[in-house]
Nanobody, 119 residues
Framework: QEQLVESGGGSVQAGGSLRLSCAPS????????MSWFRQSPGKEHERIAL?????GTTYADSVRGRFTISKDKNIMYLQMNSLKPEDTAMYYC???????????????RGQGTQVTVSP
């Protein structure tokens, strides 16, 4: 059962923007480190951004300068600007006590939200 809920996905044209949100569904979710992953068909989950307990952020090269991760209380956001067709993917959030590289190692995960960017 997913314990994080993503929202904000949709379809946009290249150059457009979207803002994703990720909220815990229960108060027991540990949100010391929260990360955004994305998965394209036939590919593994790619970690694209994380925010740690001190507010420090890390971005994948593929999104740095275009995406901004933030957190307000226990809700995490991903502001996505200058979207490209190659950003098309299912976007997932994950959370836990530690920042991990692999999606399935996070104890708390969401069901995903689809982002589609057309040329």
């Amino acid at each position: 059962q997913e314990q994080l809920v993503e929202s904000g996905g949709g379809s946009v044209q290249a150059g457009g923007s979207l803002r994703l949100s990720c909220a815990p569904s229960t108060y027991t979710v540990i949100t010391s480190c929260m990360s955004w992953f994305r998965q394209s068909p036939g590919k593994e989950h790619e970690r694209i951004a994380l925010i740690d307990s001190d507010g420090g952020t890390t971005y994948a090269d593929s999104v740095r300068g275009r995406f901004t991760i933030s957190k307000d209380k226990n809700i995490m956001y991903l502001q996505m600007n200058s979207l490209k067709p190659e950003d098309t993917a299912m976007y997932y959030c994950a959370a836990g006590a530690d920042c991990l590289r692999r999606y399935y190692l996070y104890p708390y995960r969401g069901q995903g939200t689809q982002v589609t960017v057309s040329p």
